[in-house]
């Protein structure tokens, strides 16, 4: 989970918002940021030996050309969108790094 900023200690907080606790997800029902993106994005390295265990039993003749098409489609998805997350948090990072302080 991300710490708040009060827990960076960059400047005085005051001591209402140090007394008050940080409130979970659970706690109001909501999501956590990390969930919706694992969610999103799946799990790319899993769904990669899925559709690798896929294909080869597509080889062996136990499953269909659709599923191992399926599969490998669903793998692929889950690569570009982690690949484009990556790309999007390198970007941000470089113009955080770019912003005169």
């Known amino acids: 989970m991300i710490n708040p900023i009060s827990a960076l ?5 005051s001591p209402a918002a140090r007394a008050t606790p940080p409130v979970s997800p659970a706690a109001t029902g909501g999501v956590s940021f990390t969930d919706v993106l694992a969610q999103i994005t799946g799990n790319p390295m899993e769904a990669m030996k899925a559709s690798e265990a896929t294909a080869i039993a597509g080889i062996q003749g136990k499953v269909s050309v659709q ?4 599969s490998i489609m669903t793998a692929e998805e889950s690569l ?3 690949i484009a997350i990556r790309d999007k948090v390198v970007s ?7 912003m005169a302080i």
């Open 9 to 13: 200690g960059l400047g005085a907080v």
């Open 67 to 70: 599923q191992v098409v399926q």
């Open 80 to 82: 570009q969108a982690a």
């Open 92 to 98: 941000a990072y470089q113009e955080i790094s770019r």
